[in-house]
């Protein structure tokens, strides 16, 4: 199938350059070894061509037998010197790309796994994915195919046109006109399915959304018995797609027809005009021999020169989108506090050791270079917090809260009201603006991000499965836990029962982020895989959201032992999931506008009196 040609060029070729020569310099002997191998390969073709004038002349017209046979096997030594040559350097080209895009793909993906969470609420999971398909599948096939043929092709051009000049200069000017043509030809058909190949692009991505969105919604569309309706549609961009790949194709099936016939008038017309040179005297039958088989062979390098920058500026353009990606700023992570494990002594002292003993402690440095530890209990603290996702809209204004280890803090209201913010900010996936957050009394800006996450675990309203077993899904959340614990973990969530159910109980392979269970079962698993943690702190952000009332009352005895003894924060829309919280905060527009037990609240009549009684309701 041949390639298409898109409009793809990048905005800036000398920086992009600049990036991509890092890579390449990393492999440059590589390289350097292929570039030197093509010439060799592409010179003993120009020169088998240009010793035709010697086998006619030297040997053929005086009839030296002897002589045309020894240099017969002396250009096929040679031939055989640049076969070899370029079977070399096909594969070590075909090494040498793999091992850059390799390079190039580790380097995006580990820059990926430090970019901060706000990078990914402002870029696409389509747009990110396209760079490690779409961008490097252009730059891999760019380097298979485009390198070495680039040079190849543009030592043909030259070498063909000087030693064309070299046999007759007269007849080259007629060649050099030509080629001038063939060239113009060229870029006015390349131009053109450009053009075309872009509305074609659109036009299928136009179509197979549409197809996606049908099937996705097939039960919607029998409801309202749309079918009619979706034929009409479907025939309508099926046809726009039609036209422009009938354009797209036509224009570029043009483009070796005329060059071909473009290079055929040009042979008959140097053939013809040669002849007469030779009759004339002004040229030998040898020299016209071998000057017919380079008119002959002209066209090819050229179309193949120009179709292979075209792809060079595709794959660059995509090039360019990596290193975009890759030049994007890391999560800031300047903190010095880190966890480390301690042994607990009967006078309440604490000392660091080794060995795991199921406490720790902030490892806290001084300015006078001693260390401090700080025993890591779970009290969290928000001190006049001001935030919000860009400097020019608040989201959280003066808030204030404290949750001292082993309580419940719950958050209620709408959506919007900037619950979840607040949990985002205890993870340190975004910076407050102003005030501070205290763990365990140390501001965590000075606690580094990966140890502050280690104390922390959080339950999402949107679970997320990786593939693999069910006991390294639960196992995610502790990686070098042992089966026992697993178990354990899966019990006090309740997702023991019907996991042993299932054909390979725990050995069960997920896939395609848990399609095989329900909601509720993987809600399960991902309590499981934060209780295996057993973190000081825990997040339950609408945890029981897609949990059935027969369900949620199942595990709320193993939510209660999951929760006990940690400090808890709870944001949820079922309100009876909130009642036995020490504290509860009703959010409004980033502001806490009431806090109190579930008691304290409904004797206010406030604004939880009135969610609770169902005269307010939950947007």
């Given at each position: 199938?041949?390639?298409?040609?898109?409009?793809?060029?990048?905005?800036?070729?000398?920086?992009?350059?600049?990036?991509?020569?890092?890579?390449?310099?990393?492999?440059?002997?590589?390289?350097?070894?292929?570039?030197?191998?093509?010439?060799?390969s592409t010179g003993v073709n120009l020169w088998g061509t240009f010793q035709i004038r010697t086998v006619v002349n030297k040997y053929i017209l005086p009839g030296d037998y002897q002589g045309l046979v020894h240099f017969i096997i002396f250009m096929g030594i040679?031939?055989?010197?640049?076969?070899?040559?370029?079977?070399?350097?096909?594969?070590?080209?075909?090494?040498?790309?793999?091992?850059?895009?390799?390079?190039?793909?580790?380097?995006?993906?580990?820059?990926?796994?430090?970019?901060?969470?706000?990078?990914?609420?402002?870029?696409?999971?389509?747009?990110?994915?396209?760079?490690?398909?779409?961008?490097?599948?252009?730059?891999?096939?760019?380097?298979?195919?485009?390198?070495?043929?680039?040079?190849?092709?543009?030592?043909?051009?030259?070498?063909?046109?000087?030693?064309?000049?070299?046999?007759?200069?007269?007849?080259?000017?007629?060649?050099?006109?030509?080629?001038?043509?063939?060239?113009?030809?060229?870029?006015?058909?390349?131009?053109?399915?450009?053009?075309?190949?872009?509305?074609?692009?659109?036009?299928?991505?136009?179509?197979?959304?549409?197809?996606?969105?049908?099937?996705?919604?097939?039960?919607?569309?029998?409801?309202?018995?749309?079918?009619?309706?979706?034929?009409?549609?479907?025939?309508?961009?099926?046809?726009?797609?039609?036209?422009?790949?009938?354009?797209?194709?036509?224009?570029?099936?043009?483009?070796?027809?005329t060059v071909v016939s473009i290079s055929y008038f040009n042979y008959a017309l140097v053939a013809c005009i040669g002849g007469f040179f030779t009759i004339a005297g002004m040229m030998d039958l040898g020299s016209l021999s071998s000057y017919l088989i380079f008119?002959?062979?002209?066209?090819?390098?050229?179309?193949?020169?120009?179709?292979?920058?075209?792809?060079?500026?595709?794959?660059?353009?995509?090039?360019?989108?990596?290193?975009?990606?890759?030049?994007?700023?890391?999560?800031?992570?300047?903190?010095?506090?880190?966890?480390?494990?301690?042994?607990?002594?009967?006078?309440?002292?604490?000392?660091e050791c080794q060995e795991y003993t199921g406490h720790w402690a902030w490892r806290h440095p001084r300015d006078d270079g001693s260390i401090e530890l700080v025993q890591l209990k779970g009290d969290v603290r928000f001190h006049d917090v001001v935030f919000g996702?860009?400097?020019?809209?608040?989201?959280?204004?003066?808030?204030?809260?404290?949750?001292?280890?082993?309580?419940?803090?719950?958050?209620?209201?709408?959506?919007?009201?900037?619950?979840?913010?607040?949990?985002?900010?205890?993870?340190?996936?975004?910076?407050?603006?102003?005030?501070?957050?205290?763990?365990?009394?140390?501001?965590?800006?000075?606690?580094?991000?990966?140890?502050?996450?280690?104390?922390?675990?959080?339950?999402?309203?949107?679970?997320?499965?990786?593939?693999?077993?069910?006991?390294?899904?639960?196992?995610?959340?502790?990686?070098?836990?042992?089966?026992?614990?697993?178990?354990?973990?899966?019990?006090?969530?309740?997702?023991?029962?019907?996991?042993?159910?299932?054909?390979?109980?725990?050995?069960?392979?997920?896939?395609?982020?848990?399609?095989?269970?329900?909601?509720?079962?993987?809600?399960?698993?991902?309590?499981?895989?934060?209780?295996?943690?057993?973190?000081?702190?825990?997040?339950?952000?609408?945890?029981?959201?897609?949990?059935?009332?027969?369900?949620?009352?199942?595990?709320?005895?193993?939510?209660?032992?999951?929760?006990?003894?940690?400090?808890?924060?709870?944001?949820?829309?079922?309100?009876?999931?909130?009642?036995?919280?020490?504290?509860?905060?009703?959010?409004?527009?980033?502001?806490?506008?009431?806090?109190?037990?579930?008691?304290?609240?409904?004797?206010?009549?406030?604004?939880?009196?009135?969610?609770?009684?169902?005269?307010?309701?939950?947007?």
């Amino acid at each position: 199938m041949a390639r298409q040609i898109t409009n793809a060029k990048p905005r800036d070729m000398l920086k992009t350059l600049a990036s991509f020569r890092t890579y390449m310099g990393h492999h440059k002997y590589a390289l350097f070894g292929v570039a030197l191998l093509v010439i060799v390969s592409t010179g003993v073709n120009l020169w088998g061509t240009f010793q035709i004038r010697t086998v006619v002349n030297k040997y053929i017209l005086p009839g030296d037998y002897q002589g045309l046979v020894h240099f017969i096997i002396f250009m096929g030594i040679v031939y055989a010197i640049g076969a070899t040559s370029t079977a070399i350097y096909k594969q070590l080209m075909i090494h040498t790309s793999q091992k850059i895009v390799k390079e190039m793909r580790q380097d995006l993906f580990d820059r990926m796994q430090k970019l901060p969470i706000k990078y990914f609420d402002s870029h696409t999971h389509g747009e990110i994915m396209s760079h490690f398909t779409n961008d490097l599948d252009t730059v891999q096939d760019a380097f298979n195919n485009c390198f070495d043929n680039l040079i190849q092709s543009f030592i043909m051009i030259v070498g063909t046109l000087i030693l064309i000049f070299v046999l007759s200069w007269q007849l080259s000017l007629i060649v050099l006109f030509c080629m001038i043509i063939m060239y113009f030809v060229i870029q006015y058909l390349s131009k053109r399915s450009k053009y075309y190949f872009s509305h074609q692009q659109a036009a299928m991505g136009n179509l197979n959304g549409f197809i996606e969105e049908m099937v996705d919604g097939v039960k919607v569309v029998k409801v309202f018995n749309h079918e009619e309706k979706n034929i009409e549609e479907f025939n309508r961009r099926n046809e726009i797609l039609q036209h422009a790949s009938t354009e797209a194709l036509t224009y570029s099936g043009r483009t070796i027809p005329t060059v071909v016939s473009i290079s055929y008038f040009n042979y008959a017309l140097v053939a013809c005009i040669g002849g007469f040179f030779t009759i004339a005297g002004m040229m030998d039958l040898g020299s016209l021999s071998s000057y017919l088989i380079f008119v002959r062979q002209t066209a090819q390098p050229v179309n193949q020169f120009t179709q292979q920058l075209n792809f060079v500026l595709a794959a660059m353009a995509g090039a360019e989108r990596i290193f975009e990606m890759m030049a994007e700023k890391e999560e800031i992570d300047d903190g010095k506090v880190t966890l480390a494990r301690v042994r607990v002594h009967h006078d309440g002292t604490i000392s660091e050791c080794q060995e795991y003993t199921g406490h720790w402690a902030w490892r806290h440095p001084r300015d006078d270079g001693s260390i401090e530890l700080v025993q890591l209990k779970g009290d969290v603290r928000f001190h006049d917090v001001v935030f919000g996702y860009n400097e020019d809209v608040t989201i959280l204004k003066d808030i204030n809260l404290f949750a001292k280890p082993g309580q419940k803090i719950a958050f209620v209201g709408s959506t919007g009201a900037g619950k979840t913010t607040i949990t985002n900010l205890i993870n340190r996936f975004y910076d407050i603006h102003s005030g501070s957050i205290t763990y365990d009394g140390i501001d965590i800006k000075l606690i580094k991000k990966d140890d502050l996450r280690k104390s922390i675990s959080i339950v999402l309203q949107d679970t997320h499965l990786f593939t693999g077993t069910i006991a390294d899904n639960i196992r995610y959340g502790k990686l070098n836990a042992t089966m026992d614990e697993v178990i354990e973990a899966a019990k006090l969530a309740n997702a023991h029962s019907f996991i042993k159910r299932l054909p390979d109980g725990y050995n069960t392979m997920l896939s395609g982020d848990g399609a095989n269970l329900s909601q509720g079962q993987r809600q399960l698993l991902a309590i499981a895989r934060a209780a295996i943690a057993n973190p000081p702190v825990l997040i339950l952000d609408e945890a029981t959201s897609s949990i059935d009332t027969r369900t949620e009352k199942l595990i709320e005895k193993g939510m209660d032992r999951l929760m006990e003894n940690r400090t808890v924060f709870v944001i949820a829309h079922r309100l009876s999931t909130v009642r036995n919280s020490n504290a509860i905060m009703v959010l409004d527009h980033g502001e806490i506008i009431e806090r109190g037990s579930h008691d304290e609240l409904i004797a206010q009549k406030g604004r939880y009196y009135q969610l609770y009684t169902g005269q307010f309701e939950l947007d």
